[in-house]
């Protein structure tokens, strides 16, 4: 734990990047995303980015507290009230079958039951087979997730915290929370485990 790569410096309360006295960030003002604001804790680095491989491709469920243990502790120690649910980051279902499992769910399920909130489980869908984010540069990552989703109306009316494992561009997050607006929900946050950061 003492190796791990907590985000303790001040971070734009929208996307989680890093920001001087923890002002919101330029991109966030100059194209605000469809969520209200963000939890990451940790900076996706090493040693860090082993243990969310380690649960993504090699099923280390093991390491799931240890990923998710300040997140709660940070979810825990704002003064806002609780979402009224929780969703994972769906995966499409080539993928799924591919991998065998979505390491947001079982984030996100472990999530839900330590804050005793209810899981949407099957709210979301991954319509498209998009290529990984990862593999894409910055600005082709917005388009290629336009559309990529479908939520249905079991979400209307409710606030909704969005849990994946690693936040990029934020254009992942930023597409599953405008489905989510136009299905009826009336906010979104992301709850993520690790913050990329361009060096």
Not at 24 to 31: E, K, N, P, Q, W
Request: proline content about 8%.
């Amino acid at each position: 734990m003492a190796e791990l790569p907590l985000h303790t410096a001040p971070a734009c309360p929208i996307c989680a990047y890093p920001t001087l006295s923890g002002e919101v960030c330029g991109a966030c003002l100059s194209h605000p995303p469809a969520y209200r604001r963000s939890h990451a804790t940790y900076i996706y680095r090493y040693p860090l980015d082993q243990l969310v491989q380690a649960l993504k491709y090699h099923h280390q469920f093991a390491v799931i507290d240890t990923l998710i243990a300040p997140l709660l502790s940070s979810i825990h120690s704002t003064n806002e009230p609780l979402p009224d649910a929780i969703i994972a980051m769906p995966l499409h279902p080539n993928r799924l079958r591919e991998r065998g499992f979505n390491q947001s769910q079982q984030l996100a399920r472990t999530i839900a039951n330590q804050l005793k909130l209810p899981l949407l489980d099957h709210a979301c869908q991954r319509n498209r087979d998009t290529p990984p984010q990862a593999a894409l540069p910055l600005k082709e990552r917005q388009q290629n997730i336009r559309n990529a989703f479908s939520c249905d109306a079991s979400v209307a009316g409710k606030r909704i915290a969005i849990v994946d494992d690693v936040m990029t561009s934020g254009s992942t997050l930023d597409s599953l929370a405008r489905t989510l607006l136009k299905a009826g929900a009336v906010e979104v946050q992301c709850w993520v485990v690790a913050r990329a950061v361009m060096k």
